[in-house]
């Protein structure tokens, strides 16, 4: 019963054939191979356009090379109060940009909406040396939360971006889990809404450690490969990223990965909001479930069973809010002992 | 007949089978797993002596990490003019340093000297605020030219970073290699000798993307884990890091692949500087070979023959320099093509 | 009738008289002259305490070394929502410190609360390394919003640093201003009641370009001469800065000069707050006055009346909010007029 | 006999009468003043070309900013090897830039040259990510060396700039003394022989703190406001910056001033290198004297006479190589009492 992240999980079988059938003799080096190459054209096939495309291996590496390539030092990126970007991430994008400000903004479920840039980009004046200026707005895709934008919504936010002449970065960890959920096209809810640079995850989704910097106008990407070399970012060995997230778009592997886990989150969902003493205060629209326990002594007793969990912020009322998030791996009859577990102390 | 890179090749069977014998079940991540857990105590065993180990990627992580938890940012560090951390990595350790100046030395074969390092010392006065201040010196293992430095060479150069309160980097990017050909142990030439800290690497050595922070002094390392995950190289699937560095480790995999790809380089070299016209101008002491051509006509003929290899920087006389660098992979009989390709040159 | 700025005044007769003695015959530069000698003597003097002085120009430059030296660019440095820091210096302190995150709190009269700084510091946890470390907290004193931090506030503030192994930064860009209204001692509303590290500035009190950084723990500025110089921000002819701060302490110039800056605002406070319509929502304990104005038309006729001041933030129910801002060349007068004008409005 | 920076010198009179007619009154601050405003006419005017003027205080302000500017901070600025940015500024344009790397060369009296540029450049390639991308050059005019580029040697090196997509930056911190010793325009040996941005500076010629940032296509000159601002570069009370520069064009004070110094310099010249025993290694072609003394008895007795100088580098003969500055107060009877001194050991 281990829904402490996705994290957690291990690599689908999928990804470790790939990672086998790239290893067959030598390639070039750098991303200069077959395998990086192909991967630019399936890519653009699915997004229904051309794209940009820089593979590198962590979240952290596409979210901050993204930010810092949109965002000049003196710039401020406006995303939302709980975004992995603004506190999860150590200041990397900070960092990678030498030090743009990340402007941080309340929402309902995660999520940022048009009146909460608009109020706090009035703060931030264009043109007025004094402040940093708005560069940048930053959504996750499904949000820390486990809420999704809809296409609708993304619009509405690159609207005032493009209106302010800011960009919009989506982070998309877990984009597979938000898309597997609304149903949507690729390009729907991307670049068709609005959407500049793409951090396109798969590692949580079920691969070893690739994600790709996409950029929708890729003539705005001229100088990311030196950011990336710089940051220790460029792989020797680049087709054995680039073969993992090949690997997840073949067969819409990921896809499959990722309404796997969000059928298990909506199990959990459907078990456990039916439960007395049990809620769940957000929408459940990708692979993860908050719930608020009874109290201290069922999450005690939830634990004791045998349930590993994350914690989430303390709430008001001190009964405790925990995450429970889902992956490709997760099992029906973890999912079902957890129910278990919590129906006893309903 | 690819000699271009031991990037190119790649990687050993013995990696992908740990790969898929680390993908068992769920796992903690961001490096609480077990595999990371056991790493550093055999790297402590390996090095005779407890080490602070942080396993990221790139050879490029590793180093700029290391030097820049080791220079304040108004900080020099000494290191060949040919060093990797100046002319190949595009500013990483400029970058995660946040503006420390590597101060190049001429050296033969590609080492530097105490004495060079002193006269340039000289230049930039400790104490004087109008100077970036003397704190590291980086030297590579085995170096950009092949050569390795003996044990007492580096004691010489740590000998003169102690007095001068200046710390020791070593690039161990291919530091099997060197200790495949030194045949000491690898105390002897890190720690032993005065290194304080290690870019331990095995990616150029059959890895797939595996390399090793390492501080022979745990107390030195307090903030390279902030650094690391703010610079977006704390995997969160880290047990795969860890793995291929423990792989090597096992049965001593590691000298067993470099030994083989020394003894092809020597093959080259016994082959090369037998041959009229042909020049092999520094020493052999790891697994690449510089080789002066007698014509650009003799460079054009090998290419057609097949082979591929990079050309170095531009001679004074204008005969072509070559490199050519054997990998784990590398086989007697792609030596032999070459060697029968040049034969018939000479 | 100029309430814009008290940057808009220009330099008290006593500085441009200081500038003429120091510019007797040649002088060491960069600080190793007589009057910053001096100068350091009469600072230690004032604050009852050995204290490190290092003369700037800026107080954004003041800031940003104190906030750089104290921080790691990890770190993160709590302040109010409304601070230089955070809205005036378009990131100087991001850049100073290389990508330190400042974590804006909500706080009355632009003033932070232990409260505030408790509840942001849970969501940045010390160890974690996901989290940017909480490293510093930076008051204002008067505050943007022309109040004082009486010494029991601040003595609130430091115990709570103290305890999270945080330091506490304080910009006295109006500091004389803070003393002229408080009346106690240096001393009492700075290290005595916990303060690090003081921006102490005079330029908005009547020099020309002239703050220090100061260091009530010497052996924590150990790097700072670093900085500065590779800030740019040591002179050449560092008396003249020195000058002009030392001209300051004599005779208690600053006092007299903040005390007559004070006096003026008080008028308006007091001539203003009688008035039907107008309202001062902050108390004036500075030298600053903000003053909601009875409608838009009314604004306008102050403005066509000679009136020359700055528009805050939007209010909620429409009616502007102004600031008035005294200084050492306000004239009774000129407050008169004002208050004149106010009154046909009234 | 104060030899030993043109910064011991102290402010001439025109400069502190100019700061007493600046203060008059309230000026906008910021930089919105109306001297600032006629500055910047005037600098077009002196220059015969449009220019946009950005006052700083400090020489290492000037010159980082600029060159901040103009390099990506994966880029490469080819200097002299004794260029002051790349030896005492404490890595000052490393850090503005975030981490640019500067290239130092060799170059015969101080003068970088098109070879010299070339060879370096051809290690750092353009497009290879491997490498930092060669963006500016930076030449000093006068150079540290106290010689001055003729027009047609920077044109010769801003035609390869160009040539190569580079910019060209001139540290002007004694342009006036260059300029009174080659007797050319202002723009003849700036804009028209191809420079692109100048660091005008007057301190070292008699100012307290002033210099400016000059580009000659202020369309380059988008975003120094932000960054000068962010640095702590952007005065409150500007004018009283402004005002200096502005003293120093009218009626040509400062070549009146630096042809003083540099004829002071011309005196010490003609009387030393008569003396046997005495050698002065380069030309004279500003203000500064490179004096080669007998022994370092003769040093210790000049030293004991009375003068203050600077010891140069080691050189290689053990004899002591000394550096004399004159300033614009730089007595003829100073130069004659050290000739005088030098006689009796000659």
Redesign the interface.
């Known amino acids: 019963m ?1 829904f402490i ?1 996705d ?5 689908a079988p999928e990804i ?1 054939a790939a ?2 059938r ?9 991303g200069s191979d077959e395998i990086t190459r192909r991967l630019t054209e399936k890519l653009s096939k699915l997004f229904e356009k051309d794209v940009a495309v820089f593979p ?7 979210n ?2 993204s930010l810092a390539t949109l965002t ?3 710039g401020a990126v406006f995303c939302h109060d709980g975004a992995h970007i603004h ?6 994008p ?9 402007v ?1 903004l309340q929402g309902a479920h995660g999520k940022i909406t048009p009146e909460g840039i608009k109020a706090a980009h ?3 004046q264009k043109g007025d ?5 708005p560069s940048t707005i930053s959504i996750s895709q499904a949000t820390e939360l486990g809420t999704s934008y809809t296409p609708v919504e993304v619009q509405a936010i690159a609207h005032l971006a493009k209106a302010e002449g800011m960009s919009l970065h989506m982070d998309g960890a877990r984009l597979a889990n938000a898309l597997a959920f609304l149903k949507c096209k690729p390009a729907d809810v991307t670049w068709r809404a609005g959407v500049d640079v793409l951090s396109f995850g798969v ?2 989704n079920g691969a ?2 690739a994600e790709a910097v996409i950029f929708f106008d890729p003539t705005r990407a001229a ?1 990311i ?13 680049m087709r ?2 680039s073969a993992q997230i090949e690997a997840m778009l073949d067969d819409g592997t990921w896809l499959k990965l990722a309404g796997h886990a969000n059928a298990m989150a909506q199990r959990l969902n459907e078990g456990l909001k039916a439960l007395p003493g049990f809620a769940v205060p957000h929408p459940v629209e990708a692979n993860e479930v908050f719930v608020k326990l009874p109290s201290e002594a069922a999450m005690k007793a939830i634990k004791a069973a045998g349930a590993r969990f994350f914690q989430w ?2 709430t008001t009322d001190g009964r405790p809010l925990i995450r429970l998030v889902c992956s490709w ?1 997760t099992r029906e009859a973890e999912v079902d002992e957890f129910l278990g577990a919590a129906k006893r102390l309903a």
Chains 1, 2, 3, 4 share one sequence.
């Open positions: 281990n992240s994290n957690a999980a291990g690599a470790l990672l086998a790239a290893n067959d003799g030598t390639a070039s080096s750098y590198v291996a962590t979240g952290t590496a596409a901050a090379l000049p030092h003196y506190v999860d991430e150590c200041g990397a900070e960092f990678f940009s030498q030090g743009a400000k990340l941080p009035a703060r931030f040396v004094h402040h940093v200026q590692t949580k070893i450690a100088d490969v030196y950011r990336r070399k710089r940051a220790g970012h460029l792989f020797s060995k054995f990223v912020e303390p791996s």
